[in-house]
């Protein structure tokens, strides 16, 4: 009788549940496979032309055009089982460390390893659950409102023109990071502590605005974020213009990017991709974490070696004046390519350039080709070859959606890559 009860009771709850809650999906992708890379090991690795994930999903009809909406979305590894990906080879990047020639090498030594730990994650340092999106929001007729962590507009913008949808070693990211690579922040792809508005017009026209507050940004380290973008989606066409800018610590301007462009769908068969990015950064909001990373791995070694306070804070001196110049970025970039459909494939070509306007003049660009067979709607293999000629000391290498290139085994080295993989929607 009790049992019956119980399970009554737990019926009542479930069903009341389902009635309340519209609709609740669980999806997600995984993507894997292997790359030959040169200057660096054949790697099997997770989400080449989309990022592994597994997500939750749902919305709840509230009437009168309202609804409840939310999104969790976790990183997987399908290679480790973790949430942090790795760089695909460990070659140092040198350029944060030049300029630092009167700090002893074995001091530096210490510094490259403390920016840039062998095997160490390359993302989601936090270790957040849902580090890929995590966001609550509600519908209205005028639009929506959205809050959490979320993509940011430029970023969406930036993906909607790079013809290799910012995946496989082909991927227009792949240059635009600045000549620090992941070492320094180079694009705001999400934004946590943000709030969003969106709106998306029947002609096509649609539109966002996003603020975030103390803590924001792609790694929480703005003292605020702004950014927005203006979309159209028909006849054809899904083009756009983005900018996001980040704010450091003392509320002076960082990280500013601005990008322009899409693609046009030409018939069945062609789809044509092209787009303009610039990236401005003056106050990188990383610093005050690499002056950390000095005062934990470099200053208790000199104090144990005997080196006298004023000779420490000497060589601290070098160091930040270093940091400081080595963050900044003045960069233009663009991006041409192509989609071909024939058959159940189809061929990805693109051409990407990066213009490095500071006095480095570390300029790259990128040659991509790859090929997409569907064996279905959900799964599909996919192969992509990519070579980046690198200017100077510039030291960009291809990686995967999921795991940053790294660099070349010197500045000024070409970059070479090439993938195979699989990749299932659920």
């Given at each position: 009788?009790?049992?019956?009860?119980?399970?009554?009771?737990?019926?009542?709850?479930?069903?009341?549940?389902?009635?309340?809650?519209?609709?609740?999906?669980?999806y997600g992708i995984a993507d894997a496979g292997v790359m030959w890379q040169k200057g660096g090991p054949a790697k099997i690795y997770s989400g080449g032309a989309d990022g592994s994930r597994l997500g939750l999903r749902g919305s709840e009809d509230l009437g009168n055009g309202y609804k409840a909406i939310f999104n969790l979305e976790a990183r997987v590894e399908l290679d480790t089982g973790s949430q942090q990906p790795t760089l695909m080879n460990d070659n140092p990047g040198r350029y944060l460390l030049r300029g630092m020639e009167r700090?002893?090498?074995?001091?530096?030594?210490?510094?490259?390893?403390?920016?840039?730990?062998p095997g160490g994650p390359a993302v989601n340092q936090e270790k957040a659950l849902f580090d890929r999106t995590s966001m609550v929001g509600l519908i209205t007729p005028i639009g929506a409102v959205l809050l959490g962590r979320m993509y940011t507009p430029g970023y969406e913008v930036f993906n909607m023109a790079d013809a290799?949808?910012?995946?496989?070693?082909?991927?227009?990211?792949?240059?635009?990071?600045?000549?620090?690579?992941?070492?320094a922040l180079g694009a705001d792809i999400r934004s946590q502590e943000a709030i969003q508005y969106r709106i998306a017009l029947p002609n096509g026209l649609g539109g966002s605005v996003m603020y975030g507050a103390r803590n924001s940004g792609y790694l929480g380290r703005y003292n605020k974020f702004r950014a927005g973008a203006m979309t159209y989606k028909a006849n054809g066409f899904d083009v756009g213009v983005g900018y996001n800018h980040g704010y450091d610590q003392q509320n002076r301007p960082s990280l500013r990017t601005l990008t322009v462009g899409g693609s046009y769908a030409l018939g069945e068969s062609w789809k044509f991709f092209a787009g303009f990015h610039s990236q401005r950064n003056e106050n990188s909001a990383l610093i005050p974490d690499y002056l950390n990373g000095w005062d934990q791995a470099v200053a208790p070694a000199l104090t144990a070696q005997g080196i006298p306070l004023p000779n420490q804070l000497a060589l601290r001196g070098i160091f930040a004046n270093a940091i400081s110049a080595n963050t900044k970025q003045d960069a233009n970039s663009y991006q041409v390519g192509v989609h071909y459909k024939i058959g159940n494939g189809r061929i990805v070509a693109s051409y990407a350039h990066q213009n490095d306007r500071t006095t480095s003049n570390s300029d790259a660009n990128l040659y991509a080709v790859g090929y997409n067979y569907y064996l279905s709607k959900r799964t599909d293999l996919y192969t992509a070859l990519a070579f980046i000629k690198n200017d100077n000391e510039a030291q960009y290498s291809p990686g995967t959606s999921g795991n940053p290139g790294g660099f070349t085994e010197a500045p000024g080295a070409d970059g070479r890559a090439l993938q195979m993989g699989i990749r299932h929607r659920f």
């Open positions: 009788m009790n049992k019956s009860l119980i399970a009554a009771l737990l019926g009542a709850t479930f069903a009341s549940t389902a009635l309340a809650q519209t609709s609740v999906q669980i700090i002893p090498v074995a001091i530096r030594d210490r510094l490259q390893a403390a920016i840039q730990p290799f949808e910012s995946g496989t070693a082909g991927t227009w990211g792949h240059i635009t990071g600045g000549t620090a690579g992941f070492t």
